[in-house]
């Protein structure tokens, strides 16, 4: 199973908000990018480096305010969208694997259902759970299986940002590991004890930056 960081979901309560503290944080400005007619959200991308992107994303007012489905990243949660109102905020990191259903059938926790999605001639198989959770508050990834061809990434911009640590803090932090381990994913991320939470480190034109 080869499994490696995708991309990372940078959670805003608009675009334009995103983009404007990125600007203070990293010195670049996010090129928009795409909208998800199957969830109601639109996105910011650019490269983070090792074939991986950063994605600032927020509900497309545009969109119909009900897609049908509860909104991925628990953007539907009013206790994310209050916490989107103050900052853009980390709420998950993405891995790449060239074996989804295997990775489904080894999770000791339930990591959603495989959704596909389609634009243009590139299609993906993503885990979504229905609910709109993120198993274990985000601290587990999401995963992501490409359809044939290059990375998204690789017609996305060039920065100079780059992904450096995902970190994650658990009061049980070998519970957490030992779940990770099991998901082949425990080499992509750092763990530590405390107050549960996701923090992404990027370096950046302005330096090391952090996100959390």
């Known amino acids: 199973m080869n499994n490696k960081i995708d991309h990372v979901a940078i959670g805003a309560d608009n675009l334009d908000q995103g983009i404007a503290e990125m600007q203070t944080l990293l010195g670049v400005t996010v090129p928009r990018g795409s909208k998800h007619d199957a969830m109601s959200t639109h996105n910011c991308v650019m490269q983070s480096g090792n074939e991986s992107f950063f994605?600032?994303?927020?509900?497309?007012?545009?969109?119909?305010?009900?897609?049908?489905?509860?909104?991925?990243?628990?953007?539907?949660?009013?206790?994310?969208?209050a916490r989107l109102l103050t900052r853009p905020r980390p709420l998950c990191w993405v891995v790449g694997t060239d074996d989804l259903d295997g990775v489904?059938?080894?999770?000791?926790?339930?990591?959603?259902?495989?959704?596909?999605?389609?634009?243009?001639?590139?299609?993906?198989?993503?885990?979504?759970?229905?609910?709109?959770?993120l198993p274990m508050g985000g601290l587990l990834p999401a995963f992501i299986e490409w359809s044939p061809g290059p990375h998204p990434s690789v017609a996305q911009q060039d920065l100079g940002v780059r992904l450096e640590k995902v970190q994650l803090s658990h009061p049980d932090p070998d519970t957490l590991n030992a779940i990770l381990k099991t998901l082949q994913v425990d080499h992509l991320a750092q763990v530590s004890a405390g107050e549960m939470g996701l923090s992404l480190a990027f370096s950046a034109p302005t330096g090391i930056a952090h996100i959390k």
Request: hydrophobic letters at 40%; charged letters at 30%; zero cysteines.
């Open 104 to 133: 489904i059938a080894a999770s000791p926790v339930d990591l959603g259902e495989i959704v596909l999605f389609t634009r243009g001639d590139r299609s993906w198989r993503l885990t979504v759970p229905k609910d709109g959770h």
């Open 55 to 81: 994605e600032l994303i927020a509900i497309d007012p545009d969109a119909p305010a009900d897609p049908g489905r509860i909104r991925w990243f628990t953007l539907d949660d009013p206790a994310t969208q």
